[in-house]
C-alpha cells in the first residue's frame, strides 16, 4: 500500500526533508498518483526505506549505502564494509581516549576535594599518569565531530528555485532530475547540497519560496530552469 512522504515520516521517524534529501541523491523514489495532489511511496520504495534505515543505524555513510543497494559486486561491497570498519576502530580508540580523560579527571577532583576546571588542560597535558596503557590512549584524545562551518570555498553551483505552496518539493524534483540526467554522482561524487528559503514564509501566506545549490564541476553546463552561480567562498 502507497503511503504518502508525511505518513513515511511518521512510521520511520525521518524528517520530510531527509526523506526529499534521499530522493535528490537517487536513494529513493516517489511517484504522483493519478488525481492525487501528492507524492506517494509504493511498497518496493518503503522495503529500500528500510534497509537505508538499517544501515544508517550502523552508522554506514549514505554514499556507502548506494553502493551496498545498488551492486551486485561482492568485492565492492565487501571493501566499503570493511572501510566503515576500520573506521569504528578509529572511533573506538577515541572513545577510549576520552574515557581516559574523564577517569583522570575523576581523580584530579578527588584527590584536590574540589573542582578546579583551570587546571584540567594542565593536566592533560602532563601525561602524569601511573598507567603505561592509559598514557598511550591519551595520545588519541578524539576530534571534534559535529562541528560549525565558518568558511566556505569557491565553488561553482547549480541552484533549483520555486516559489509555491510547496517550493521544498518543485525545487528538490528540479534538482532530482538534474542529478540523474548530468551523472553529477558519477562526474562529482564529493558534491554537497545546500537549501534554504528563498524568500521566506510568512504568517498567513501559503507562498514561498525554496532553493537548493549543489556544487558543479567547474565548467560544467547548466540546463535551464536551473542557474549556475559562482559563490566567492568566505565567511
Excluded: W
Aim: aromatic residues 6%; positive net charge.
Amino acid at each position: 500500500m502507497s503511503k504518502t512522504i508525511s505518513q513515511v515520516s511518521r512510521a520511520f521517524s525521518i524528517s520530510t526533508r531527509t526523506l526529499r534529501y534521499y530522493e535528490e541523491i537517487g536513494l529513493i523514489r516517489s511517484e504522483r498518483l493519478d488525481s492525487y495532489a501528492y507524492r506517494v511511496y509504493g511498497e518496493e520504495d518503503l522495503r529500500r526505506l528500510e534497509q537505508i534505515v538499517f544501515l544508517r543505524g550502523l552508522r554506514v555513510p549514505l554514499k556507502s549505502i548506494a553502493v551496498l543497494l545498488d551492486s551486485d559486486d561482492a568485492a565492492r561491497a565487501v571493501e566499503v564494509l570493511r572501510e566503515r570498519m576500520r573506521q569504528m576502530d578509529g572511533e573506538i580508540r577515541s572513545l577510549r581516549a576520552a574515557r581516559a580523560a574523564l577517569r583522570r579527571l575523576e581523580k584530579m577532583v578527588l584527590q584536590q576535594g574540589a573542582c578546579r576546571p583551570e587546571r584540567f588542560t594542565e593536566l592533560m597535558r602532563a601525561g602524569s599518569s601511573e598507567n603505561d596503557e592509559e598514557d598511550k590512549i591519551m595520545t588519541e584524545i578524539p576530534k571534534l565531530k559535529d562541528v560549525r562551518i565558518l568558511t566556505l570555498p569557491r565553488m561553482t553551483v547549480a541552484a533549483a528555485h520555486a516559489v509555491c505552496a510547496h517550493p521544498e518539493d518543485a525545487a528538490g524534483e528540479m534538482m532530482a532530475e538534474f542529478v540523474r540526467k548530468s551523472d553529477l554522482r558519477r562526474l562529482k561524487p564529493d558534491a554537497r547540497l545546500f537549501g534554504f528559503n528563498h524568500p521566506n514564509p510568512t504568517q498567513g501566506q501559503p507562498v514561498y519560496g525554496y532553493e537548493f545549490n549543489i556544487t558543479i564541476p567547474d565548467g560544467m553546463e547548466v540546463p535551464a530552469p536551473l542557474t549556475r552561480k559562482e559563490m566567492a567562498g568566505g565567511l
